[in-house]
Nanobody
Framework: QVQLVESGGGLVQPGESLRLSCAAS????????MSWYRQAPGKEREWVAL????????RYADSAKGRFPISRDNAKNTVSLQMTSLHPEAPAVYSC????????????WGQGTQVTVSS
């Protein structure tokens, strides 16, 4: 059974940083690319960042480029998102998921972790 458990969210002030982590189990983690997504209330889930299975390549949404490096540890089955220089924004839930060869997420999501940036 696939399990994705996100953590690390919270309430921070603009300009501060957060490190999100996702612990994965129930599948061969090192075989899959992994992505982070965010979803604000009333909005569609949007992709934030992707890392290939061995960690050799990364891709970012424009909003994350240069600020939210994604990384993974295949020995620990974890993927992280280091969020820096956070901008004020509405609260959003950040989630991770494995992706297929086309970069699309598989069905089944964890509970996510909420990030709020507010002064």
């Amino acid at each position: 059974q696939v399990q994705l458990v996100e953590s690390g969210g919270g309430l921070v002030q603009p300009g501060e940083s957060l490190r999100l982590s996702c612990a994965a189990s129930g599948f061969r983690f090192s075989v899959y690319g992994m992505s982070w997504y965010r979803q604000a209330p009333g909005k569609e889930r949007e992709w934030v960042a992707l890392i290939t299975n061995a960690g050799g390549r990364t891709r970012y949404a424009d909003s994350a480029k240069g600020r939210f490096p994604i990384s993974r540890d295949n020995a620990k089955n974890t993927v992280s998102l280091q969020m820096t220089s956070l901008h004020p924004e509405a609260p959003a839930v950040y989630s991770c998921n494995r992706v297929d060869g086309g970069g699309e997420p598989y069905d089944g999501w964890g509970q996510g972790t909420q990030v709020t940036v507010s002064s």
